[in-house]
């Protein structure tokens, strides 16, 4: 199970670009490119749209963005992490 500020999530999702993903990520997250979130995200099996979302980007602005664009879709329970480096400071891993 994986937890964030306390709240259990079922999804972690990078809308990085492929080349900031390969420089780095955040261990069992998912990669959908910001700019193909519209397109990409439904076709990704196994996450209902009442799945929480933990969305991150490199600064924060795109995760933004990110969430704006899935709550339009229907994912109401996407969460903004923000920077990557933020969500790595917060995320935990319970049990195994």
Same mark, same amino acid.
């Given at each position: 199970?994986? =937890?964030?500020?306390?709240?259990? +999530?079922?999804?972690?999702?990078? &809308? %990085? *670009?492929?080349?900031?993903?390969?420089?780095?990520?955040?261990?069992?997250?998912?990669?959908?490119?910001?700019?193909?979130?519209?397109?990409?995200?439904?076709?990704?099996?196994?996450?209902? =749209?009442?799945?929480?979302?933990? +969305?991150?980007?490199?600064?924060? &602005? %795109? *995760?933004?963005?990110?969430?704006?664009?899935?709550?339009?879709?229907?994912?109401?329970?996407?969460?903004?992490?923000?920077?990557?480096?933020?969500?790595?400071?917060?995320?935990?891993?319970?049990?195994?």
């Amino acid at each position: 199970m994986t =937890k964030y500020r306390g709240k259990q +999530v079922d999804v972690v999702l990078d &809308v %990085r *670009s492929t080349l900031e993903r390969f420089l780095g990520k955040v261990p069992g997250s998912l990669h959908v490119p910001v700019d193909r979130l519209e397109q990409e995200l439904p076709k990704q099996e196994g996450i209902a =749209k009442k799945a929480t979302i933990l +969305v991150y980007c490199a600064s924060g &602005v %795109r *995760s933004a963005n990110a969430v704006a664009v899935m709550r339009r879709m229907g994912y109401a329970n996407a969460i903004d992490g923000g920077g990557i480096a933020a969500v790595q400071r917060e995320l935990e891993h319970v049990g195994g």
